[in-house]
C-alpha cells in the first residue's frame, strides 16, 4: 500500500527493500514485466545501472546525511498509472524514489517504572526517576524507530520510561521535526519544550517546525500497556 492505495503492480516502481535506514539501500524494482535502466542519480551511487522487473538496485549514499533521488526508465509491456495515464508497450515510463534522511545519533536510556513512579499519577517522582536514577539499559543509536512495543527488546514492551539525547546540523533549508508516539511523549529542541502530549494515547503523529542549523534533541517517553510507538525523524 502506497500515497495511491493498494499497489497492483500496473506501473513500475521503487520500494525498499529492508528498512529506508539500511546503508547501503536496497530497492526493489516491481511492475509488469519489463527492462529498466538508470536514468539519472543524485546524492548517491547505484549499481546495477540497468535490469530487469522485478529486480534490484543497490543504492549507496555519498555522505552521512542521506539526501538522494533515483529516476529509473522502464521499457516493457504497456503502463497505466496510478492516474490512470496509459503507456503503449514499449513506450518509456520513468519511476523516481527520493530520500532525506539526516541520522542522528542518538544516546539512550531505558527504565522501568512502578506504582510508585508512575508518570501520569506521580510525574515528580517519575521525572526523579530519570534524572538521579541509573538506567536499566543504555543504547546508542543511528536512529529512534521503535515502531511497536516488541521493538524495544524482551522485558521492556510495558511500563518503560525512554530518555534520549541526540544532536544535528542541518543545511540551509526548511525543516519538519516528525515525532510519532504511543504512550506519553515530550520534546526539547536547544532546551525548549516544542511538544508535550504526556498522556495515554493511539499512535499519532506530530510535527514540530525546524531550522536549519545545529540542534540539540532531547525526547522523553513513556510507554503504558499495549500498542507502543515512538519514531522520530527529520523531514523537509
Known amino acids: 500500500v502506497d500515497d495511491w492505495g493498494p499497489y497492483d503492480y500496473r506501473s513500475p516502481k521503487l520500494w525498499p527493500a529492508g528498512s529506508p535506514g539500511e546503508r547501503p539501500l536496497r530497492l526493489r524494482v516491481l511492475g509488469p514485466p519489463g527492462q529498466w535502466?538508470?536514468?539519472s542519480i543524485k546524492g548517491a551511487s547505484a549499481s546495477p545501472a540497468r535490469g530487469a522487473v522485478p529486480g534490484e538496485i543497490v543504492v549507496t549514499p555519498s555522505?552521512?546525511?542521506?539526501d538522494l533521488a533515483v529516476d529509473l526508465e522502464y521499457r516493457g509491456v504497456e503502463v497505466v498509472t496510478p492516474r490512470g495515464q496509459v503507456l503503449k508497450a514499449g513506450q518509456p515510463s520513468h519511476v523516481t524514489y527520493a530520500l532525506f534522511d539526516p541520522a542522528i545519533e542518538w544516546h539512550v536510556k531505558f527504565w522501568k517504572f512502578e506504582a510508585?513512579?508512575?508518570p501520569l499519577a506521580l510525574p515528580a517522582a517519575f521525572d526523579t526517576m530519570l534524572a538521579t536514577s541509573a538506567p536499566v539499559r543504555?543504547?546508542?543509536m543511528g536512529r529512534l524507530g521503535f515502531a511497536n512495543a516488541q521493538a524495544f527488546g524482551a522485558g521492556f514492551t510495558v511500563h518503560i520510561g525512554v530518555m534520549a539525547e541526540g544532536s544535528i546540523s542541518l543545511p540551509e533549508g526548511a525543516y519538519r521535526l516528525s515525532v510519532t508516539s504511543d504512550d506519553?511523549?515530550?520534546v526539547w529542541v536547544d532546551d525548549r519544550l516544542v511538544l508535550e502530549d504526556w498522556t495515554i494515547h493511539g499512535p499519532k503523529e506530530d510535527r514540530v517546525q525546524l531550522s536549519a542549523g545545529a540542534h540539540r534533541i532531547r525526547v522523553q517517553y513513556f510507554q503504558n500497556t499495549g500498542a507502543a510507538a515512538l519514531i522520530v525523524k527529520i523531514l523537509r
Do not use: N, Y
Open 138 to 140: 543504555t543504547e546508542t
Open 184 to 186: 506519553g511523549i515530550r
Open 63 to 66: 555522505g552521512t546525511v542521506a
Open 37 to 39: 535502466t538508470l536514468a
Open 116 to 118: 510508585a513512579t508512575d
